[in-house]
């Protein structure tokens, strides 16, 4: 079961009941306060008065009163009451069911639901990408060991792109790949079922009708005829697994079709005499790739787009003959590699693997290959 509570939502709850703001209760509720109920008033020192701090009133004391008549003592009279109070809409279906636990979810994931509370903790919490700080800037575009000085003055400038964080058609395009991830084409919305229209609807009929007289004529002295309808999208491509990459865009609009570098982890600007000049070949760790599609995350769902300004999160297809586990996007070669993500576990087992027979040695590489890609945790060699 997934829920969350957050002192917001709870302040919000009783702003109403108590009359008291919403923005007092938020500063209160967590805390050495409590309420004087003749005074409706909001005083300091519960501790040393003896009196129920506010957290301990109004939210821990509900909570166990819920896992009370749901869960010990399974009270149907007491939960009902408590479905009307907070004004829930949880479904017949759900209050009898012989699980408890799912009486628990239903409940609690309408009382607080996980979605509201982890948006109001993004947006109060993390800070807006326009409020980068020096120091983070040149934190993401040194490795240990290279410093921000030693960076010619071309990569340099590049500092005020990454703290204006413009979405200008003129600002050059930063994006830092953090890891590839597994999605099935299915899920993306080029592939989503769509309402058919009446004229698809009928020449599917068309179809059938083909296939059953062929049927019929070739199994006359059969009984038995299967008829299949076969979806008019062809989704033997569909079924396949292909990588997402996701990335935060520094600066600059991405667009779709748009040509970008691809930068790879030891790839460094000062070794390039000139900059983004077009008859030189590409350097070493670098190669060109074209952006195929770009979505946007929205909760489980992910939405096309055909562009994406500076400031967001965004995955891009396509690049997964480019990019093993991360990398940079610049539409300038005097952009630096990002340095690599540090991880708070490392590998701590050693495996060596071989297969079982010596034909499937290729399938064997294929999902090791897709496996280091797809976990940052996984190194492959």
């Known amino acids: 079961m997934l829920f969350l509570c957050s002192i917001n939502h709870f302040a919000r709850q009783y702003a109403r009941k108590l009359g008291i703001k919403a923005s007092v209760l938020e500063k209160t509720l967590w805390g050495d306060f409590f309420l004087n109920a003749k005074s409706k008033r909001i005083f300091k020192g519960a501790q040393a008065k003896g009196k129920k701090p506010l957290f301990v009133q109004f939210v821990l004391e509900n909570l166990w009163a819920v896992y009370d008549a749901v869960l010990v003592n399974r009270d149907k009279e007491k939960i009902d009451k408590i479905v009307h109070s907070l004004q829930l809409k949880v479904s017949a279906r759900d209050l009898s069911n012989s699980d408890a636990r799912v009486r628990l979810s239903a ?10 509370a982890v948006l109001d903790m993004v947006v109060s919490k993390l800070p807006s990408p326009a409020q980068m700080t020096p120091e983070r800037v040149e934190q993401l575009m040194c490795s240990n060991d290279k ?74 002295k059969h009984t038995e005829c299967l008829v299949q309808e076969d979806s008019a999208v062809d989704t033997t491509d569909a079924e396949e697994t292909n ?22 982890p030891r790839y460094d600007p000062s070794n390039i005499p000139v900059v983004d000049n077009p008859s030189q070949s590409l350097p070493e760790h670098v190669s060109s790739c074209t952006i195929k599609d770009l979505f946007i995350f929205m909760g489980k769902e992910i939405s096309s787009t ?5 400031g967001c999160v965004l995955g891009i297809a396509g690049l997964e003959e ?30 060596a693997l071989e297969p079982v027979h010596a034909c499937d040695m290729s399938a064997l590489i294929k999902g090791l290959h897709l496996l280091n890609q797809a976990d940052p945790s996984v190194e492959v060699t």
């Open 147 to 220: 410093s921000f000085g030693s960076f010619p003055p071309a990569t340099q400038q590049l500092k005020e792109a990454f703290l204006k964080c413009s979405p200008d058609c003129d600002a050059p395009v930063i994006i830092f790949v953090s890891k590839m991830f597994p999605s099935s084409q299915l899920t993306l919305p080029q592939h989503k079922s769509r309402p058919m229209t009446m004229e698809e609807i009928e020449k599917r009929r068309e179809i059938v009708r083909e296939k059953l007289l062929l049927k019929l004529e070739q199994q006359e």
């Open 322 to 351: 480019h990019i093993v586990k991360h990398a940079t996007l610049s539409s300038t070669l005097a952009c630096p590699s990002f340095c690599s993500m540090n991880f708070a576990v490392t590998p701590i087992v050693r495996v």
């Open 107 to 116: 409940i609690c994931g309408q009382w607080l639901p996980l979605a509201p």
């Open 306 to 310: 055909n562009s994406v300004p500076a």
């Open 243 to 264: 990588f997402l990459a996701f990335g935060r865009i520094y600066s600059g609009t991405i667009h779709k079709g748009q040509k970008l570098y691809v930068l790879q």
